[in-house]
């Protein structure tokens, strides 16, 4: 059965259709760890949320100020199931998860009030669906191989999904998805149930062509082609050396708009929660490298894990007259 025809508007599409580039932000973590925040938690950067939620809210702003265009929220680890294992309440988590689209509102509309010039959007607020190895803290988002069903998966994930449209999300970021399964189960809660929301889904990688549980990105893509509720596709929290490879994979079996944030340039080992083996990017490395995204077919670009306000500021005067 067809949806009826949605009644509120896709975001990204009215952006893109003024803009070439939709600026994302970068790294939460990082900059919280830079204002004294402990994140050693399996709450993450949501027991922030719990303890000084102002400082997400500065965060946000800092991003802002360096000229991005949409803010993702601090609910990637917020879970209902996640703030109980903390004694917190079914209704305190709700009002947790629905406070970060507060925070990152108010954050925009502050900074927006300041800065608000031609050239650039008005910035969205996307609400972060974290995947369901989030919550489990044992780095199986990178992996994807949960071993639960379909059912599971949609109990587990519509709360969150419920109180972020209700806190008014202007998006949804299903981000760092390692699996089609799950990713389908998020296309399928939004069409059934909240068919008159909007989100972008987004892929966790083995490689430059492979989502992280082996899946192809060309078989992902086509999976999610009919899915109105889904405004673009992509990839974030992998090497930036795989985000090139992955947007062309892309960019060849699907129409949706592309999206990419990558790490820094150094790579994360989930075991022991470290990272090594690379270096972070310069302001202008990472410029070059978005250049190279947008060429492949990118149209939203930002970063994700330890990169900095600095290098969305260098992505966004890509595109800023």
């Not at 997400?56 to 991003?63: A, F, P, Q, T, W």
Request: aromatic share 8%; hydrophobic share 40%.
């Amino acid at each position: 059965m067809n949806n009826p025809i949605k009644s509120s508007e896709n975001p990204i599409a009215a952006i893109l259709a003024e803009y070439p580039v939709l600026v994302l932000d970068g790294a939460m973590a990082t900059e919280l760890e830079r204002h004294g925040c402990d994140l050693d938690d399996p709450l993450w950067s949501a027991r922030v949320l719990l303890e000084q939620p102002e400082k997400i809210r500065r965060v946000h702003e800092e991003y802002f100020r360096a000229g991005a265009d949409c803010a993702i929220t601090a609910s990637y680890q917020a879970t209902v199931e996640g703030f109980a294992a903390k004694e917190i309440g079914e209704e305190q988590a709700l009002e947790l998860i629905r406070n970060t689209v507060k925070l990152a509102a108010e954050a925009r509309d502050q900074v927006w009030a300041e800065v608000q010039r031609e050239g650039r959007p008005k910035p969205i607020v996307a609400g972060s669906v974290g995947p369901y190895g989030a919550f489990l803290a044992d780095g199986s988002e990178y992996i994807g191989h949960y071993g639960v069903d379909d059912q599971r998966l949609t109990d587990f994930h519509r709360p969150r999904v419920q109180a972020l449209i209700e806190a008014g999300a202007d998006i949804l970021a299903c981000e760092t998805i390692p699996s089609l399964q799950e990713a389908l189960v998020l296309a399928e809660l939004l069409k059934n149930e909240f068919p008159e929301a909007f989100a972008w889904m987004s892929f966790s990688l083995q490689d430059g062509g492979r989502i992280s549980e082996g899946t192809s990105l060309k078989e992902c893509a086509r999976a999610l082609e009919g899915y109105e509720e889904i405004a673009a596709i992509g990839v974030n929290c992998a090497p930036a050396s795989f985000a090139t490879e992955a947007i062309k994979q892309l960019a060849a079996y699907t129409d949706k708009p592309l999206l990419i944030y990558p790490n820094s340039g150094e790579t994360y080992e989930a075991s022991t929660k470290t990272w090594h083996a690379g270096e972070s990017r310069s302001c202008s490395d990472f410029a070059q490298s978005a250049r190279a995204w947008h060429e492949a077919g990118a149209r939203l670009i930002g970063g994700c894990c330890r990169t900095t306000p600095e290098q969305i500021a260098q992505v966004s005067a890509l595109w800023r007259s």
